[in-house]
């Protein structure tokens, strides 16, 4: 287990964690399925996308740059969400599997060792994946959306001066980071970079990218 903190200053802790936490929210919804037309024009705005948290990384100004153009180009919904099933759906062979034991089992299969190491970990914080034992609780969109819910009650803990709770939190937040997350989602999203046909997934990729990117710095101990 890791024990250095982000961050000894209060503020600047809860700032890190509400950039992070609005960036793993954002990124669960776009890998968790392909957007509605609603949706789509929505996280296409250029406001919006000027205002990622985490804007400043090269990977996420890529990112935001291509969904720009994906919006130029005009990619709509059924053409975005084909690229979605190509990429981590199906029918057929997936080009990134979302599912973290398809990555790092020696079968790479779901719902193997890796998938139970997962859920362990979503229960120590009391919650489940939404459909426990009918889909991988380790799927890419469900992992960030875990850390996502970390970062926030990690906030609260901030407000609330629980130093005990936001030291269990942030030790949560980089356990999962070393031992899950980063092990395998960078390599997810270079596959689903090199194999998109839309701008808006490369997109989505680059940001998720970046994310993790920034995670790491973030977070876990620098050499």
């Not at 809860?14 to 950039?19: K, P, S």
């Not at 990622?52 to 090269?58: G, I, N, R, Y």
């Not at 937040?173 to 997350?181: C, T, V, W």
Request: hydrophobic share 45%; net charge negative; proline share 6%.
């Amino acid at each position: 287990m890791t024990d250095a903190a982000p961050s000894t200053d209060p503020q600047a802790l809860a700032e890190t964690l509400d950039r992070f936490a609005a960036a793993f929210t954002a990124l669960a919804a776009l890998l968790g399925a392909a957007p509605s037309a609603v949706e789509l024009a929505r996280v296409r705005d250029a406001d919006l996308l000027r205002d990622w948290p985490l804007a400043e990384d090269p990977d996420c100004a890529r990112g935001a740059a291509l969904l720009l153009e994906s919006a130029r180009l005009g990619e709509d919904e059924t053409q975005v969400r084909r690229d979605y099933n190509r990429l981590f759906y199906g029918p057929g062979p997936m080009i990134a599997p979302p599912y973290e034991s398809v990555h790092r089992s020696d079968e790479h299969l779901v719902f193997d060792h890796e998938t139970l190491q997962v859920r362990a970990a979503y229960a120590s914080f009391g919650l489940a994946a939404p459909r426990l034992h009918k889909e991988p609780d380790d799927h890419l969109a469900l992992e960030l959306g875990f850390l996502g819910t970390l970062c926030v009650r990690a906030m609260d803990a901030v407000d609330a001066r629980d130093d005990a709770e936001l030291a269990r939190l942030v030790a949560g937040i980089q356990d999962f980071l070393a031992e899950h997350l980063l092990t395998w989602g960078p390599g997810c999203l270079e596959q689903a970079a090199a194999g998109a046909q839309t701008r808006f997934y490369a997109g989505v990729a680059a940001l998720g990218a970046g994310t993790l990117t920034r995670a790491g710095a973030a977070f876990l101990p620098q050499p």
